[in-house]
């Protein structure tokens, strides 16, 4: 029989968040799979478990996820783990846990801590819709495209920042977004946590003066669905009702359901619709 791969979250600052679940099972299995060795022996070291590791990071994810799925064919159980929190969550182990699954591999996770969602629940917005967006590409057109559409985004949006970053990402999350509220939260549950709830526009001030340490996330205020809604309404009203009609009745929506939509759309009856089409002489 294969053995199991277990997704074992790690703390993101406070080795008092280590739970006894995943001890337990670091010391138990046959290897660990770690982001990096040098920062994770520490941890290892801390709680007394002396199981053998091996590298798995951003450069070698696809071959030493072979490597690491013949060991579970062999039978052994592996531990993955980043250097900071869940283990698949802006980090390569989403790569293995999907080779895993293709190959037939038991993959279980032990949850635990995850600094977006320890930022989502301290920043004061809105915790029941969110999107988490990691850390931006650097590419720049990649990154354009995803601050886009992210424009319109009713859901709260959490991203991920390296300090030597954070001004530039900034600039452009204003110059994208324009001004929204938002929190800012840098070193949770280290000893110098701080949550700091501010606004876009705000937050770029605050760091013209003060340089940028530790690692940060930015949890961003969400478009209000009623302002789009109503900016919806205004982007149609900018063409006439025939127009509109003519829009659905191409895409192969009868008069009827056409009808429909348009007053949808515009936020009037029915019957405002057809009596425009009636006065314009339109059938």
Known sequence: MSGTLFLCATPIGNLGDMTPRVVETLQAVDLIAA???????????????HTSMTSYHEYNKVEKAKYLIEQLQAGKDVAL??????PAISDPGEVLVQM???????????????????????SGLSTRRF????????????KKDILENLKNESRTIVLYEAPHHLTRTLDELYEALGDRRMTICRELTKKFEEVIPT?????????????PRGEYVLVIEGRSLSELKHEKVLEWQSISIEEHMKHYE?????????????????????REVY?????????
């Open 35 to 49: 982001e990096d060795t040098r920062n994770s022996i520490k941890l290892l070291n801390h709680f007394e478990i």
């Open 81 to 86: 783990i980043t250097d900071a929190g869940t």
């Open 100 to 122: 895993c699954q293709e190959a037939g591999i038991t993959v279980t996770s032990l949850p635990g801590a995850a600094a977006c969602i320890t930022a989502l629940t301290l």
């Open 131 to 142: 999107c988490f967006e990691g850390f931006l590409p650097a590419d720049k057109k990649e």
């Open 199 to 211: 606004t876009i526009y705000d937050a770029r001030v605050i760091f013209e003066n003060k340089e």
């Open 250 to 270: 191409e895409q192969g929506f009868d008069n009827k359901e056409s009808m429909k939509k348009v007053a949808k759309d515009r936020g009037i009856s029915k």
């Open 275 to 283: 009596q425009y089409m009636i006065e314009k002489g339109v059938k």
